[in-house]
């Protein structure tokens, strides 16, 4: 059947959600599985931080922006809940497009959750997360032998009494997903844990993209905030991202 037979007026049973991962934003960055998918979406309710190359891939679609952006207008997750389900019961294809992977910092258990109460079939097409994607654009590993060998990724916003994984002891490498406005408090809080102020600290702003930036700092300076970043912010700590002594430019 096609996707001309089966579109809003059709009383067919429920169609399928895919929560496919973007990436970091380079639309090649992608996995093929995702770009098929979004090749035959025929709607698609995408993060703000999904660029217009990525969706580029799917001109076919119906596209509706449900972009979380911090300290900016968004559509509560509630509505995106309400129109998924919505959307699902009118149409066979739809496409739930976050940024990175669905899996990690994406509300995926509560999109999971009101698709499955509906009954709707729901299939997660994993992506590659923006860690990932800065350790490779950086030639820093998040893990190194005999220097790192656990790495936590973390964000600032916890729920009430959930403790602050920058206080907690333990782990070779910090990661700071959405770092920009907090980074400063995060190197309080290690530096008060008795961190070095030494501590290498690598900071990637808009991954994978044209305006990507990637700058070093050591924690001490980290604790003076990150003003100069405008985009998506990913800050990373630890021994395992000073310098390599045999790399060019390092």
């Given at each position: 059947?096609?996707?001309?037979?089966?579109?809003?007026?059709?009383?067919?049973?429920?169609?399928?959600?895919?929560?496919?991962?973007?990436?970091?934003?380079?639309?090649?960055?992608?996995?093929?599985?995702?770009?098929?998918?979004?090749?035959?979406?025929?709607?698609?309710?995408?993060?703000?931080?999904?660029?217009?190359?990525?969706?580029?891939?799917?001109?076919?679609?119906?596209?509706?922006?449900?972009?979380?952006?911090?300290?900016?207008?968004?559509?509560?997750?509630?509505?995106?809940?309400?129109?998924?389900?919505?959307?699902?019961?009118?149409?066979?294809?739809?496409?739930?497009?976050?940024?990175?992977?669905?899996m990690i910092f994406g509300r995926a258990d509560e999109e999971l959750r009101a698709l499955e109460a509906e009954g709707i079939e729901v299939e997660i097409v994993p992506g590659i997360t923006a860690a990932l994607a800065a350790a490779a654009s950086t030639r820093q590993p998040l893990t190194k032998r005999g220097i790192a060998r656990s790495v936590a990724f973390f964000t600032s916003s916890t729920a009430p009494n959930q403790p602050d994984i920058a206080t907690l002891p333990g782990c070779d490498t910090l990661i700071q997903y959405m770092g920009g406005k907090e980074a400063a408090t995060t190197a309080q809080k290690l530096l008060e844990q008795g961190r070095s102020p030494d501590l290498p600290v690598m900071v990637v702003e808009n991954i994978s993209r044209p305006?990507?930036?990637?700058?070093?700092?050591?924690?001490?300076?980290?604790?003076?905030?990150?003003?100069?970043?405008?985009?998506?912010?990913?800050?990373?700590?630890?021994?395992?991202?000073?310098?390599?002594?045999?790399?060019?430019?390092?």
């Open positions: 059947m096609s996707i001309a037979e089966t579109g809003a007026g059709s009383q067919a049973t429920h169609g399928k959600v895919w929560l496919i991962g973007a990436g970091p934003g380079a639309p090649d960055l992608i996995t093929v599985r995702g770009a098929r998918i979004l090749a035959e979406a025929e709607v698609v309710l995408h993060d703000a931080l999904v660029t217009d190359d990525m969706l580029a891939l799917c001109p076919q679609a119906e596209k509706i922006s449900v972009g979380k952006r911090s300290g900016r207008r968004s559509v509560a997750q509630v509505e995106i809940n309400r129109q998924l389900v919505e959307y699902a019961k009118r149409y066979r294809r739809v496409v739930r497009l976050k940024g990175g992977d669905p305006d990507e930036r990637a700058a070093r700092y050591r924690l001490a300076d980290l604790e003076q905030g990150l003003a100069q970043c405008h985009g998506p912010v990913l800050v990373m700590i630890g021994e395992a991202f000073a310098p390599r002594e045999d790399a060019a430019g390092s």
